[in-house]
């Protein structure tokens, strides 16, 4: 059985799984990204091995800085909201994930990582929220 995210029922009667929904949020994300001038890379870049991390998008920005961006999708604000879901073993994952794709690459660019916060139900134009800079690798 899939899981559902919350408040994840559509109209149809059918409910959405948090995978489903997840890619959205990452479509949205990807979308207002590259209307504020980033160009995609990639998505979903994973580190290899158990216990390694994933990268929603790897973006670049017209400076030449290589942004690894993590989405996060709440439809509510409860707990915290998406910002409050980001803690330290989640961005210790991503660092691990970003060092493991910057070894792919013969002379790495600056980096950053971003976080993009998406609130509000996504099928009813959520809020989105972007934090350049949102944390670091030390």
């Known amino acids: 059985m899939a899981q559902t995210a919350g408040g994840g029922g559509r109209p149809d009667g059918k409910q959405v799984t948090t995978k ?6 990452e479509a949205i994300a990807r979308a207002y ?3 504020q001038g980033l160009r995609w890379l990639a998505s979903k870049f994973r580190s290899p091995g158990r216990g390694g ?3 929603d998008l790897i973006m670049r920005d ?9 989405v996060r999708q709440r439809s509510r604000n409860d707990f915290g909201g998406a910002a409050a879901s980001i803690v330290g073993s989640k961005r210790s994952r991503i660092i691990f994930a970003a060092q493991h794709y910057l070894l792919r690459l013969p002379s790495p660019p600056p980096c950053r990582f971003d976080v993009v916060l ?3 139900p996504l099928q009813a134009d959520p809020t989105v929220t972007w934090h350049k800079a949102a944390f670091d690798a030390s």
């Open 20 to 25: 489903a929904q997840g890619d959205q949020a």
């Open 33 to 35: 990204l590259q209307r």
């Open 53 to 55: 991390g994933e990268i």
């Open 62 to 70: 017209a400076d030449g800085t290589l942004v690894f961006v993590e």
């Open 118 to 120: 998406i609130e509000g």
